[in-house]
């Protein structure tokens, strides 16, 4: 893919950008090794007013980059100003409280007297530069979730972007310069797929994150792998949202729809698999459907819209195939299932709400990647536990159900990394994030993602007589 600027509102392509060459990439590397040098020995107080600046000075751009997100993946404007606020927050949130995660942890001296020790302290040391791999969809979000932590814990970062957002990964690099981070702290690598292997490789970078497709996590981490090197994968999603007879149906539908087609329906996190009890699966698939049919599609910079297109032509394409297989084999499609014929430029594609899906239908264990909604009728809660779990993500899901036991059963047996009861999946800087089975491994933001790349030391002391 080209590294470029296109607007998938309408197919023009805006703006394209050279691929750094071999002696341009060595010269990042070389900043990032000497600014890990010079950041690592930095206080907490020191990288917090850098944090604190950087969120201050995103605050003051929130509508200038909002503008750069949607022009270059579709994203609704009114949510690209909440993405680019939720970052502002994020940048904070570790800034005040990096200090206290990573404080000095100190065992009980009893507990470890027969080991010889007078004392012992387990520390957390910054490991080094981290290589970032992130994808298109959360161009600014799916970033700072990894820079905010990483920079506090005092590492240094190199950002390997998709390709369809030039101009928001250099945003963000100059942001961090403008911030007054050191010269090569933060850094954005315009390359393609095929450079990452030998960034990867080299020495002077310690470790990786990277979210994206399941092939592309594979590919890392086998690299990784080879190279001994810590690497932390958020993959891709098919979120269930069940819905059971003591749940509030009117807010199940309300909160399912957003659910569905936040970011054009381009979300890993996304609600994907609606599965809901023959109680109440009637009433449910009629209301939602006719909200998914309402949506307003249109041009993302309007501020009335709520679906804006998708990211690119190969996107809709892909979303298209699975929604005709479907189809092909049975699937009814109560609205949508089509190009918006109103819509003749752009990548845009109908809000969809397809019935009747069965296991040999390839959208019941792809993902969607896109404003397409799949319904499915249970018996009981072991059915709906069952269907949950039959698919190989593990992200996160949604249950509607006031019933403490159902709440119990469900926590206990789905196969993910969240369960958000009567709510919607969102991602908190005070939450652990992150996925089980083939949706990756490690976690992403609260403490938990601040600690996955630092280096655990302990530290003995003996008697000194």
């Not at 991602?427 to 949706?439: Q, V």
């Amino acid at each position: 893919m080209a590294i470029a600027t296109v607007n998938p509102a309408t197919g023009e392509t805006l703006k394209t950008f050279d691929a750094l060459n071999a002696g341009e990439i060595e010269d990042h590397l070389v900043r990032a090794e000497q600014a890990f040098q010079e950041h690592r020995g930095t206080s907490f107080a020191r990288r917090a007013e850098l944090l604190l600046k950087a969120a201050e000075l995103l605050d003051a751009d929130q509508d200038g980059i909002a503008r750069t997100m949607t022009t270059e993946m579709g994203k609704p404007l009114v949510q690209a100003r909440a993405e680019a606020a939720k970052c502002a927050k994020t940048m904070r949130w570790y800034a005040h409280n990096a200090e206290q995660l990573l404080a000095d942890e100190d065992p009980d001296p009893a507990d470890v007297r027969d080991s010889g020790a007078v004392r012992a302290v387990v520390r957390y040391r910054p490991l080094g530069t981290v290589l970032a791999v992130m994808p298109w969809n959360f161009p600014l979000w799916q970033v700072v979730r990894f820079a905010a932590p990483a920079l506090m814990a005092g590492n240094t970062g190199l950002l390997k972007h998709a390709s369809n957002v030039p101009q928001t990964a250099l945003y963000i690099e100059e942001l961090f310069r403008r911030a007054g981070y050191p010269e090569g702290c933060f850094q954005t690598l315009l390359i393609g797929s095929g450079a990452v292997e030998d960034v990867l490789r080299d020495p002077r970078v310690a470790a990786a994150t990277l979210t994206g497709s399941e092939p592309a996590g594979r590919s890392v981490a086998s690299i990784a792998g080879d190279e001994v090197k810590k690497t932390v994968l958020e993959l891709g999603g098919s979120d269930p949202f069940v819905v059971l007879p003591s749940a509030d149906l009117d807010k199940a539908v309300r909160v399912g729809v957003t659910a569905r087609v936040q970011n054009n329906g381009q979300s890993c996190i996304a609600a994907k698999r609606f599965i809901v009890h023959d109680e109440v699966y009637d009433a449910f698939a009629e209301r939602f459907t006719d909200r998914m049919a309402a949506l307003t599609v249109g041009d993302p910079m309007d501020e009335n819209t709520e679906v804006g297109p998708l990211s690119s032509e190969q996107g809709r394409s892909d979303l298209e195939e699975l929604v005709d297989d479907a189809v092909h084999q049975g699937a009814r499609a109560l609205c949508g299932g089509r190009r918006p014929p109103e819509h003749r430029a752009g990548w845009f594609y109908e809000p969809t709400v397809l019935a009747g899906i069965t296991p040999t239908m390839r959208i019941h264990r792809e993902e969607a990647f896109g404003p397409v909604a799949t319904l499915y009728r249970v018996a009981d809660l072991d059915e709906a536990v069952a269907l949950a779990n039959d698919v190989p993500f593990g992200l996160s899901s949604n249950a509607w159900t006031r019933d403490p036991g159902e709440q119990d059963r469900l926590a206990r047996d789905l196969q993910a990394g969240g369960v958000f009861f009567n709510g919607m999946t969102a991602s908190h800087p005070g939450l652990p994030f992150g996925g089980a089975k083939r949706s990756g491994y490690g976690r992403e933001l609260s403490g938990h993602g601040i600690r996955e790349f630092c280096n655990m030391t302990t530290l003995w002391f003996g008697p000194e007589d």
